[in-house]
């Protein structure tokens, strides 16, 4: 399966877009507001995704997992133990200059 090249980049959680059941991400350049500390996931072309919670120490705590393609701008995630958000990500506004990547559960 092919999926829309726009995956393959670190995505910044965007809480301020965030709605029920479904938590939304922004490519790392987006002009987000400033925050103290935003989870991260970043895919790669290989079928690996990482996603970067908080640590204990206030620092990123990357967690791998995988990705399966389900179409061009949607694919599904796994991780180790459930520790991350799982489910369908969902690239939107591909057309656009400011994609957004939905995660829902």
Partial sequence: MEVNSLFFQRWLHSREEDSAGAIAFRPSDFPLPPSRFREAIEFRSDGTVTYFGIGADDRHAPISGNWVGIDR???????????APLGECVIEESDGSHPRLLVKS
Avoid: I
């Fill in 73 to 83: 701008d949607r694919v599904k995630t796994e991780f180790v133990g459930n520790s």
